[in-house]
């Protein structure tokens, strides 16, 4: 990766670290107003509640599930790559079993089936491959094609 292609990639993935944690503590700050001060009859009050709730989860797990940034190529560069389609799984499935248990359906064979619909998920994930990355889809690079052209030339 060259030098100008690793401080781009720096400054993009700054910036959406960024969005992740201030988006993440609004929505935190708004969860805790919506359960403080909004009455629970309110028509928007339940769905606010739960929107607030999914975005809060989805960036404080996309933070804990990223792991730590690991260095890359020669120079160091540190990444940092946020695992926001699992934390979207996770907190779905988490908002679901509130759903149930305020509705007072939230059984041990419905948990266990959340519990299996989560490994279903994963295992997807998995199997998709896009735990891989941008490593995994990259072109070779031009000099070796070059110094492989020479080397039939001779």
Request: no cysteine; net charge positive; charged share 15%.
């Given at each position: 990766m060259s030098r100008v292609a690793a401080t781009t990639w720096l400054r993009y993935n700054a910036v959406m670290n960024l969005l992740v944690s201030v988006l993440t503590l609004t929505a935190w700050g708004l969860w805790g107003y919506v359960v403080l001060f909004v009455d629970p009859e309110m028509p928007l009050a339940p769905a606010s509640f739960y929107a607030a709730l999914f975005v809060a989860l989805t960036g404080t797990l996309s933070r804990l599930l990223g792991g730590a940034p690991a260095p890359r190529d020669s120079e160091s560069v540190a990444l940092h790559i946020s695992n926001i389609g699992h934390a979207a799984?996770?907190?779905?499935?988490?908002?679901?079993?509130?759903?149930?248990?305020?509705?007072?359906?939230?059984?041990?064979?419905?948990?266990?089936?959340?519990?299996?619909?989560?490994?279903?998920?994963?295992?997807?994930?998995?199997?998709?491959?896009?735990?891989?990355?941008?490593?995994?889809?990259?072109?070779?690079?031009?000099?070796?094609?070059?110094?492989?052209?020479?080397?039939?030339?001779?």
């Open positions: 799984s996770v907190s779905t499935l988490i908002l679901f079993a509130l759903w149930l248990q305020s509705l007072g359906m939230l059984t041990s064979l419905n948990g266990t089936l959340l519990a299996a619909t989560l490994l279903l998920i994963e295992l997807g994930f998995f199997i998709s491959g896009s735990r891989r990355g941008p490593r995994g889809r990259r072109r070779p690079k031009r000099g070796a094609t070059a110094e492989a052209g020479s080397a039939v030339e001779q």
